[in-house]
């Protein structure tokens, strides 16, 4: 089992919709959750980190956190085309270390 | 925010030959430095994690004779790719961890080993 896993997808939405993306961590013990953003080519960029349970806001993105169910997920709300790109969840988990998943490529289309 | 540099971006090399990678913090101390390995549709794959002054921590299957890492300050960790072969082309990125625990990520290297 994958310590990080999300649908490596393409998943493709219209401009102006809500995008919606998930991930799922095994290791029950993490405490940090965070979303990147990585254009091709490029290194990521953090857009989000989230540590407690429940919604986290912060403009059009919108970060969920179920501790319970282990899993994490990233609205995005009016998509644009310039949100295309590869989002990495990622996880820190007891061991401290970082941990990616493969990330969801999201395709925006006007 | 804090800023984390690599040198070079891209660099093409022949087969057997080293290449030094560079990764700095410009306006912050790093606690720890880590390195990442990128394959085309992958995601980042931890390869190891280096403190200042200490010896670099390997993730398992990544070779230490191969991928040598020297963290010299708190502002520089370098990743030597000894005798490099075709299947280290790769993205290497680098992220630094600053005293609040913030990690931050560089812009990568391109390498490509012909």
């Known amino acids: 089992q994958k310590e990080v896993e999300q649908n490596s997808g393409p998943l493709s939405v219209p401009e102006g919709a809500i995008a919606s993306l998930n991930c799922t961590y095994s290791d029950r013990g993490s405490q940090s959750f965070f979303w990147y953003r990585q254009y091709s080519g490029k290194s990521p960029e953090l857009i989000m980190f989230i540590y407690s349970n429940g919604d986290k806001e912060d403009g059009r993105f919108t970060a969920q956190l179920n501790k319970a169910s282990q899993y994490v997920s990233l609205l995005i709300r009016d998509s644009q085309p310039s949100d295309s790109a590869t989002y990495l969840c990622a996880v820190i988990p007891v061991s401290g270390k970082l941990t990616f998943g493969q990330g969801t490529i999201l395709t925006v289309h006007p | 925010g804090a800023v984390v540099s690599q040198h070079p971006s891209r660099v093409i090399c022949k087969s057997g030959t080293s290449v030094k990678i560079e990764c700095r913090s410009l306006?912050?101390?790093?606690?720890?430095m880590f390195w990442y390995r990128q394959f085309p549709k992958q995601s980042l794959m931890l390869m190891a994690t280096?403190?200042?002054?200490?010896?670099?921590?390997?993730e398992q299957g990544v070779e230490k004779d191969k991928f040598l890492i020297n963290h010299a300050s708190l502002t520089l960790s370098t990743l030597t790719v000894t005798s490099a072969h075709p299947e280290d082309s790769s993205f290497y990125i680098c992220?630094?961890?600053?005293?609040?625990?913030?990690?931050?990520f560089g812009p990568g290297t391109r390498l490509t080993v012909t």
């Open positions: 280096s403190n200042e002054g200490s010896k670099a921590t390997y």
């Open positions: 992220s630094a961890r600053d005293f609040a625990g913030e990690q931050y």
């Open positions: 306006d912050f101390q790093a606690t720890t």
